[in-house]
């Protein structure tokens, strides 16, 4: 009987409970193959993450395995990014959303909670402006895209180069490590070493100074406040990569959206709070929304 009550309370505990599976797939869209990470039953509602600035779906892997245990998540690499293909265009955020907004189409989803991180809420915003039909709302986690100071922006205009990125190792590990309070775990470790390992691809060095320089010159402020759907804002206090300035500035270009700022949390909240962020991401999917207005497909 004691035998059989341990087993029971063993296969009842939480590290009996296997981490939902992550799947990986290509994902073809007009000719482009992006790499596409899927985890969560088939008939949960779907929940898109979307990467930030020089990283890959990989950053988000744990937040999307613990998401994955109340909805479908999908996680994409970004045109130029990760195992994506590297595309010869300029990565702006338009052309960024328009990939991300064919894959919706392809997989046939709608009612989609986007999550998008730094570059990634760029593009999530991109797309609630533009794709509203397949978007139920976006959570921007330290959004960057809202128009950083003028002297700021000269600096990123000198940095967007390849060369730059294919010499400099110390820049690519100041931009991947910085972000987050816990700077050294496991993912962020991960996440440096490919980086690194990157370095030496010509056609990624092109498209992260393209990706650079859209982020130095974009400023979302008005399609912000066209979108056609609800963006909350989430932050970091201790964000390094976004100081008070620039948050202050994305709070005042959309007054109305719910925000949340994270004590003790940097630039990386998926890293540093991801149970405050998941809270926020749940309340996105239950905030209730009305039809899409002139929606596309």
């Known amino acids: 009987m004691c035998a059989l009550a341990a087993l029971s309370g063993a296969l009842g505990s939480p590290a009996a409970v296997a981490a939902p599976e992550l799947v990986e797939r290509d994902l073809h869209v007009d000719g482009l ?40 998540v999908f996680a994409l690499d970004l045109p130029g990014h990760g195992q994506s293909d590297r595309p010869a265009r300029p990565l702006t955020g338009f052309y960024l959303a328009a990939a991300v907004g064919r894959a919706l189409e392809v997989l046939e989803l709608r009612d989609v909670v986007v999550v998008g991180h730094s570059m990634g809420a760029l593009v999530a915003i991109v797309l ?23 002297l700021r922006q000269v600096g990123m205009r000198l940095l967007a180069r390849p060369a730059i990125w294919a010499a400099e190792p110390a820049l690519v590990y100041e931009i991947a490590a910085h972000g987050s309070v816990v700077r050294f775990g496991d993912g962020k470790r991960a996440d440096l070493e490919q980086q690194l390992r990157l370095r030496r691809d010509r056609d ?44 202050a500035r994305v709070i005042a270009a959309l007054p109305g959206a719910p925000r949340l700022e994270i004590e003790d949390c940097g630039h990386d909240v998926h890293r540093d709070a991801p149970e405050q962020l998941i809270e926020v991401i749940d309340r996105a999917r239950a905030r209730p929304h009305g039809p899409p207005d002139g929606a596309r497909r």
């Open 128 to 150: 609630a402006e533009r794709w509203p039909g397949r978007i139920r709302s976006v959570v921007a986690v330290s959004p960057a895209g809202f128009a950083f100071d003028p």
């Open 204 to 247: 990624w060095c092109r498209c992260v100074a393209s990706a650079y320089r859209t982020l130095a010159t974009s400023d979302l402020a008005p399609l912000a406040r066209r979108a056609k759907r609800p963006i909350e804002l989430v932050f970091g206090a201790r964000d390094q990569a976004l100081p008070p300035d620039y948050r």
């Open 33 to 72: 193959r992006l790499r596409l990470v899927e985890a969560g039953a088939r008939d949960r509602p779907p929940v898109l993450l979307l990467h930030g600035f020089m990283t890959s779906s990989t950053a988000l892997a744990d937040l999307q395995q613990r998401l994955a245990e109340r909805y479908r």
